[in-house]
């Protein structure tokens, strides 16, 4: 009931396209659902977070979609650049807890 | 705004010794910390939690008597682990909860911890 299932594991993109990573829960009792972009060696860095009260959040490229029936969501980043290569994690929290709950991460390659 | 620090961002020790690893939220009070603890190409696994003013909660299979938590104040949790052996190597990140019980966990740069 805990955990955040998150795929794919690794993500290969050319610059410019549009990187897609999903999520999905299992605890309806969750009530925010962040995503973290981690470099080598750094922090989890907050990238973009959405509540369910909401289906989509857009920040400059980075848009959050959010189904709460199916109990999934996803991070979608346009027009994507070599820059934003890291390793993407999902994550949520909620109702009697207030730990995150992570996801596995994803390891995105924006391909110049 | 929201910021946390973490010092040292690397230690090499001796296996036997202890380490000290401090969190400071830097312009936000934070009455619960969190502490994880991350392998290569792995996801975070939170160790413990750590509240201003009292015991630190430790998740299951953590060794609270070997992962020491203080949260002595507002602003700083410390982690010390005791008696480091090789195996303890980790990169290790704190994460300060926002105040006015928001959901938002700021984190830490790090720390790698490296025991010979």
């Known amino acids: 009931q805990q955990q955040v299932k998150q795929s794919p594991q690794s993500l290969i993109v050319q610059k410019g396209g549009i990187s897609i990573i999903n999520c999905a829960y299992e605890n309806t009792a969750f009530d925010y659902f962040p995503w973290y972009q981690q470099f080598p060696g750094k922090g989890p860095a907050l990238l973009i977070a959405i509540r369910p009260d909401v289906s989509e959040k857009k920040e400059g490229r980075f848009t959050i979609s959010f189904n709460k029936s199916a109990k999934q969501f996803s991070l979608h980043i346009m027009d994507s650049q070599p820059g934003d290569s890291a390793t993407y994690f999902c994550?949520?929290?909620?109702?009697?807890?207030?730990?995150?709950?992570f996801g596995t991460g994803t390891l995105l390659a924006v391909q110049p | 705004g929201a910021v946390v620090s973490q010092h040292p961002s690397w230690v090499i020790c001796k296996s036997g010794t202890s380490v000290k690893i401090e969190c400071r939220s830097l312009d936000f009070q934070a009455t619960t910390m969190f502490w994880y603890r991350q392998f290569p190409k792995q996801s975070l696994m939170l160790m413990a939690t750590?509240?201003?003013?009292?015991?630190?909660?430790?998740e299951q299979g953590v060794e609270k008597d070997k992962f020491l938590i203080n949260h002595a104040s507002l602003t700083l949790s410390t982690l010390t682990v005791t008696s480091a052996h090789p195996e303890d190597s980790s990169f290790y990140i704190c994460?300060?909860?926002?105040?006015?019980?928001?959901?938002?966990?700021?984190f830490g740069p790090g720390t790698r911890l490296t025991v010979l």
């Open positions: 994550a949520a929290t909620g109702g009697a807890t207030n730990k995150l709950i």
């Open positions: 994460s300060a909860r926002a105040p006015l019980g928001l959901n938002e966990q700021f």
């Open positions: 750590s509240n201003e003013g009292s015991k630190a909660t430790y």
